[in-house]
């Protein structure tokens, strides 16, 4: 910890606090006790934020362990998510060639280490390789690939997400091409599969225990020789993953149900890292909210939480377009979203900006070609899914989360289960666990997302004055609260890039409703007396009938009014009932800022300010 001290005094800006240094610390001691041999037999994990120093701590550990005769015989495994980490610990630390070695799917990766694995006292490997190699192997200490001097290596990190395995959910409509592509070579697995996908699956009501039949076993027709039928055919990735997903869950019970636009599905997952892991250090910055840890904690038993310290993020800025950012919406309002992103950009086209946007939607190609002021150079764009794998944009000081990643309710089952321990046949999973688990993937893709711009690194225990866009619908979650937890301190501004007239009765509405709340008096309106103003009432025999589904869906769920909505710091409230059926005044953060607890203000003044 002293040459940690050193490192940061002497070659950078970053001042870490007193608690952060404590966290660093702790790190530095489950190292050690791995290294020794005393570290329990768990998941330690480390969620300090970006840009603190876990990296850096860790290297300089690693490498004084290295010179260190007494530790020759310790081997150290680093599981990192991508190549380009893999070169950037190889960057920090002082290892030869000859006592590293490179487990990859990447060859020329691979020769920059010693080819023999079990010489190499430093392994480093994907997190992909491990799920994927592991499932081969009963236990930890019989993967032997990974050993060193014959035995399992003894200091263990994971850099990154950690889950006990790959959570599996299938959609029908996924797998409807399966019917035609095995026909021919397969006509009586292809029968049972027709009445399986369009009979059995579609008879299910609710969510439900199925036991899929075996079809593999009876019928001969394992992976291997499926996915060649498929390459024969030329099938994309995406349905030979579909299919392989599918072949995986074939003779097992999973949970079947109808999910949304998903449709109809099945889910159970796949364990494959073994519990003799442990002891694993891994390192999410995420760790702190996401549920998918608490689920490991609660049912597994096995998170060691280590020390955190907080970041101020004081010199952040949360700008927030409330509207729908999944890629339904994207395609839905595709000119409208361009048209406001390049708007924001062409404000300030003198800072370097990253956009991260959904993939297969041709955005940077429409967007560039409307930044005319910009330097190109300093745009960035990279895809939703990959935007974890790199932190090169880390000097753009302006960022934009064009939308985000939502997972399906299913998806989040599938998760929950996974990370507690419970298939299908043990019984339901509850909706509780299943919108935490919602909530706190939700947390970790903004978070993720954000930090891959310079709020992820610090002056002193500060971040890095940035702004960061975010396109999101607060029935979505995406509201202050949420921004609250993630970035302390920081504050929070709507924004609107692109501004649309209230007309008609939908004007006639909000009109009325900022009428109504301009009297400090009035804490409710109720939807009747709204309806009752814009004439969605009629008389029949002497008594009011509202048209409350036309309110609805003229009017509530109206885009532009949701927003207008938002913006005068108003809700829909339940009044005490289980339903909502009117109007109140937000809680709006003090100042237009996230700084505390929220207060019950409605003044237009400072709201207008």
């Known amino acids: 910890m002293a040459q940690v001290r050193e490192f940061f005094n002497n070659k950078t800006s970053h001042r870490p606090s007193e608690e952060m240094y404590e966290a660093l610390s702790d790190i530095a001691l489950t190292l050690e006790d791995m290294a020794n041999g005393k570290a329990e037999n768990k998941i330690h994990l480390s969620s300090l934020a970006p840009g603190i120093g876990k990296t850096q701590t860790i290297c300089i550990f690693l490498n004084l362990l290295l010179k260190n005769e007494d530790y020759r015989d310790q081997g150290i495994l680093i599981c990192l998510s991508t190549y380009d980490e893999i070169e950037s610990y190889m960057d920090k630390m002082e290892v030869d060639q000859s006592n590293r070695s490179i487990l990859t799917s990447e060859h020329k990766l691979n020769r920059l280490g010693n080819p023999n694995h079990n010489d190499a006292q ?140 998903m449709g109809c599905t099945a889910l159970s997952y796949d364990e494959t890292i073994p519990d003799d892991i442990s002891p694993l250090l891994v390192l999410d910055a995420s760790g702190s909210y996401r549920a998918t840890y608490e689920e490991m904690a609660s049912h597994r038993k096995n998170i060691i939480r280590l020390k955190v310290a907080h970041k101020d993020h004081s010199d952040l800025e949360i700008h927030h377009w409330v509207t729908g950012g999944g890629k339904l919406s994207f395609i839905r309002r595709t000119d409208e979203y361009i048209e406001g992103i390049a708007n924001t950009i062409n404000e300030e086209p003198d800072k370097e900006w990253l956009i991260i946007i959904h993939k297969d939607m041709e955005l940077e190609n429409r967007i560039r070609p409307m930044l005319e002021k910009a330097d190109q150079g300093n745009i960035h764009f990279i895809n939703w899914g990959k935007h974890r794998s790199t932190n090169k944009y880390s000097q753009a000081d302006r960022v934009i989360l064009a939308g985000t990643l939502y997972l399906s309710g299913s998806q989040h089952e599938s998760l929950g289960r996974l990370s507690a321990g419970k298939l299908p046949e043990h019984g339901e999973y509850p909706e509780e666990a299943i919108n935490r688990v919602a909530l706190g993937e939700l947390k970790h893709i903004i978070l993720q997302g954000a930090c891959r711009g310079a709020v992820r690194l610090c002056e002193g225990n500060k971040c890095k004055p940035c702004k960061v866009f975010i396109m999101g619908a607060k029935k979505s979650g995406v509201k202050p609260e949420l921004f609250q937890e993630l970035f302390p301190k920081s504050t929070y501004h709507l924004w609107r890039p692109i501004t649309r007239e209230l007309t008609g009765k939908v004007k006639a509405a909000m009109d009325y409703l900022i009428q109504r709340f301009d009297d400090p008096e009035v804490e409710y309106v109720s939807f009747r007396e709204v309806m009752k103003s814009i004439g969605y009432i009629t008389i029949v025999d002497g008594k009011e009938k509202y048209d409350s589904a036309n309110f609805s869906k003229n009017i509530r769920q109206h885009r532009e009014f949701d927003i207008a909505l938002y913006e005068a710091v108003l809700e829909e409230t339940s009044r005490g009932t289980g339903r909502m059926n009117g109007f109140s005044q937000s809680l709006l953060w003090e100042d237009i800022s996230i700084t505390g607890e929220p207060k019950r203000v409605f003044d237009r003044n400072v709201y207008q300010k």
């Open 122 to 261: 430093v392994l480093f490997t994907t997190q992909q390789r491990m799920y994927r190699r592991l499932k081969q192997y009963e236990n930890f200490s019989k993967a032997d690939e990974f050993f060193y001097k014959g035995k399992p290596r003894q200091i263990r990190i994971w850099d990154e997400s950690f889950l006990p395995g790959d959570p599996i959910v299938t959609r029908r409509d996924d797998l409807l091409f399966l019917i035609g592509a095995l026909r021919n070579p397969c006509p009586e697995f292809t029968a049972e599969l027709d009445e399986l996908l369009n009979k059995k699956l579609l008879d299910v009501k609710g969510e439900s225990l199925l036991e899929l039949p075996d079809l593999i076993e009876k019928h001969g027709l394992d992976l291997n020789k499926l996915t060649g039928i498929l390459k024969q055919q030329n099938r994309n990735k995406e349905d030979v993953d579909a299919a392989s997903n599918f072949w995986f869950l074939l003779g097992r019970s999973v949970s079947v149900g109808k999910d949304g636009m």
